[in-house]
C-alpha cells in the first residue's frame, strides 16, 4: 500500500479507505471494532474523532501506522517504510515531508517510549479542545 495524495488528504478519507479496501460497509467496520456506524459515518466525514483505543484497535486491524491514520504522516504500513529487501528507511529521502515532519518521525525511531508519551500528551490536550 503506497500512501497517495487522494488518501492522506484528512484523516476520514484514510478511515474511508481502509474500509472500501477491505471491502467493508460501515457497519461491518463498526462491529469489529465495537463501535457504532454512526461513529464510523462521523469519522469518514470528520465530524467525529475516535477514542486511542478505537485508533489502536483500527490500527491493529489493518495494520497501519498510527502517524499516517492520524494525521497523514509517512507511509501507511511498516512493509512500506521498511521493504523485505532490508531498506533502511530515510526520511530526508522522502519529498512532500516538512522539516517538522521529518524531525518528529526521527524522533520516534530514536526513543519510541518518549514518543509515545509525547503522543498520549498531544492527544490529551487535543481531546481538551
Same mark, same amino acid.
Given at each position: +500500500? ?55 484497535? +483500527?490500527?491493529?486491524?489493518? %495494520?497501519? %501506522? ?9 507511509? $501507511? ?5 521498511? $521493504? ?17 515532519? +521529518? ?14 508519551? *509525547?503522543?498520549?500528551? *498531544? ?7
Amino acid at each position: +500500500m503506497k500512501p497517495t495524495s487522494k488518501y492522506t488528504e484528512g484523516f476520514g478519507e484514510r478511515v474511508r479507505y481502509l474500509r472500501r479496501k477491505d471491502k467493508l460497509k460501515q457497519d461491518e467496520l463498526a462491529e469489529k471494532l465495537d463501535i457504532t456506524r454512526q461513529s464510523i459515518s462521523g469519522y469518514e466525514t470528520e465530524r467525529l474523532f475516535p477514542s486511542i483505543k478505537v485508533v489502536e484497535k +483500527m490500527c491493529g486491524l489493518y %495494520n497501519v %501506522n498510527p502517524w499516517w491514520l492520524l494525521y497523514g504522516i509517512g507511509y $501507511p504500513t511498516t512493509e512500506d517504510i521498511a $521493504p523485505k529487501g532490508g531498506i533502511e528507511y530515510q526520511p530526508e529521502k522522502e519529498q512532500g515531508l516538512t522539516p517538522t515532519q +521529518m524531525a518528529l518521525i526521527e524522533f520516534i525511531i530514536a526513543d519510541k517510549d518518549a514518543a509515545q508519551q *509525547l503522543a498520549k500528551q *498531544l492527544w490529551e490536550k487535543a481531546l481538551k479542545i
